[in-house]
């Protein structure tokens, strides 16, 4: 049986969170440029991770077999 290869794209996209009952983090969408007209507090949270939805996660742990997210 030949080893599952990562999906670099994303590898590069999502992180897993460490401990028993781990997560995947993303970044929120729309902060690359054109941020001067949004408001401040829209900025903030746009810095802040999102934790993946869970139907998603299901599809990360195919892609990425490395990381051990539960």
């Known amino acids: 049986m030949p080893k599952i290869k ?4 994303s590898a590069k996209r999502f992180k897993a969170t ?3 009952k781990a ?3 993303r970044r929120k969408a729309g902060q690359g440029h ?3 007209r ?3 507090n829209t900025v903030r ?3 802040k991770d999102q934790e993946v939805h869970p ?3 299901k ?4 892609l990425l077999p490395y990381l051990k997210a539960k």
């Open 59 to 62: 599809r990360l742990k195919v």
């Open 38 to 40: 949004e408001d401040g």
């Open 34 to 36: 054109f941020n001067a």
């Open 6 to 9: 990562t999906h670099k794209a």
């Open 18 to 20: 460490g401990g028993k």
């Open 45 to 47: 949270l746009k810095r």
């Open 55 to 57: 139907t998603d996660a």
């Open 23 to 25: 997560k995947f983090m």
